[in-house]
Nanobody
Framework: VQLQASGGGLVQAGGSLRLSCAAS????????MGWFRQAPGQDREIVAA????????YYTDPVKGRFTISRDNAKNTVYLQMSSLKPEDTAVYYC?????????????????WGQGTLVTVSS
């Protein structure tokens, strides 16, 4: 599956952004969609994940209550609504897709990746 991420930009602390990830297909073979981020000098880390079939979601602790992952089945698109942004949220954000059923939280478990979109939060 091909993924196209968009929506990054520069925002002040406390602001909001919505990232979008358009997938070329939605099928059971790519059932898990995830958002990851990678800050300079840091490893890529999971931010949130969702399962197409039943909308089960996962959030990493630092974003709980601030970020929301959602999807539009008709558009084969997954969103990441980010609110109350902090400077430490600054990173390149990637969407990814994984075949199978179980939620996974490590980059190596994902089969397809979007190109990344930069989010910069100023203090």
């Amino acid at each position: 599956v091909q993924l196209q991420a968009s929506g990054g930009g520069l925002v002040q602390a406390g602001g909001s952004l919505r990232l979008s990830c358009a997938a070329s297909e939605r099928s059971f073979s790519s059932n898990i969609m995830g958002w990851f981020r990678q800050a300079p000098g840091q490893d890529r880390e999971i931010v949130a994940a969702t399962r197409w079939s039943d909308s089960v979601t996962y959030y990493t602790d630092p974003v709980k209550g601030r970020f929301t992952i959602s999807r539009d089945n008709a558009k084969n698109t997954v969103y990441l609504q980010m609110s109350s942004l902090k400077p430490e949220d600054t990173a390149v954000y990637y969407c990814a897709a994984r075949r199978g059923y179980g939620l996974q939280y490590v980059p190596s478990a994902y089969d397809s990746w979007g190109q990344g979109t930069l989010v910069t939060v100023s203090s």
